[in-house]
């Protein structure tokens, strides 16, 4: 069965800073990826996807993922991070052997200093 | 912009009362889903509908229930409430696409957070 890691539970940095979250998946063939972001007393929105084509994948708000199939990562980086990007973020990858279905991952908590 | 609306933020029920969560949509999306969050383990999938009338389950349904008698609406039930199903409770939707309906987006609301007794 497919299911996705994300090593750092929480993490802290300052702004301005940069930034980059972890996401490993495990899944035999070709994965669809996704990156969603969930801001206090909000539900999840899609920060980007991969599906296919180039590795690098930009994203809203700066964003950007990049597919790494040796390594089987999707890891979420910013240049720089701003105080509004304080959130949970969440790697999911898209399923198809049983039934369609996206599988998330636990959740990153990421905290940022002024 | 789509629209998931959620009909409480907060719940606070008995043990063994039922409880109806309900979540509308505005897109006219086919794909409606009940996730529910608890740290540390994501959001893992309750039930989830491809059409009117239409339900599956997902990886933990046992306890609860779901209806879809329209379109844009989307019932999650629990039949008895248990203290083990206190949590947040987030639907989505999407569009249809079959065959492709894990590249599809999920629009999420912004959730209701139930605390049973």
């Known amino acids: 069965a497919q299911s996705v890691t994300q090593p750092d539970i929480h993490i802290t940095v300052s702004e301005g800073a940069s930034l980059e979250l972890r996401c490993n998946y495990s899944y035999g063939a070709t994965p669809y990826l996704f990156w969603y972001v969930q801001s206090p007393g909000q539900g999840l929105q899609l920060l980007l996807k991969?599906?296919?084509?180039?590795?690098l994948v930009q994203g809203i708000k700066g964003f950007e993922a990049e597919f790494k199939r040796s390594q089987s990562s999707f890891n979420l980086r910013k240049p720089s991070v701003h105080w509004s990007d304080a959130a949970e973020y969440f790697c999911?990858?898209?399923?198809?052997?049983?039934?369609?279905?996206?599988?998330f991952g636990p959740g990153t908590s990421l905290s940022v200093i002024p | 912009d789509v629209k998931v609306t959620q009909s409480s933020r907060y719940l606070v029920k008995r043990t063994g009362e039922k409880v109806f969560l309900e979540c509308v949509q505005d897109m006219d999306h086919e794909n409606m889903f009940w996730y529910r969050q608890d740290p540390g383990l994501g959001l893992r999938l309750i039930y989830f509908?491809?059409?009117?009338?239409?339900?599956e389950k997902g990886d933990i349904p046992e306890g609860y229930s779901v209806s879809r008698e329209k379109k844009e609406r989307f019932s999650l039930i629990l039949e008895s409430a248990s203290t083990n199903q206190t949590s947040m409770y987030l639907c989505?939707?999407?569009?249809?696409?079959?065959?492709?309906?894990?590249?599809?987006?999920?629009?999420f609301g912004p959730g209701t957070r139930l605390l049973v007794l």
């Open positions: 991969y599906f296919s084509g180039d590795t």
């Open positions: 999911a990858v898209g399923e198809t052997t049983s039934y369609d279905k996206v599988i």
């Open positions: 989505a939707s999407s569009l249809s696409q079959q065959g492709a309906r894990v590249r599809e987006t999920q629009y």
């Open positions: 509908s491809y059409d009117v009338k239409m339900k």
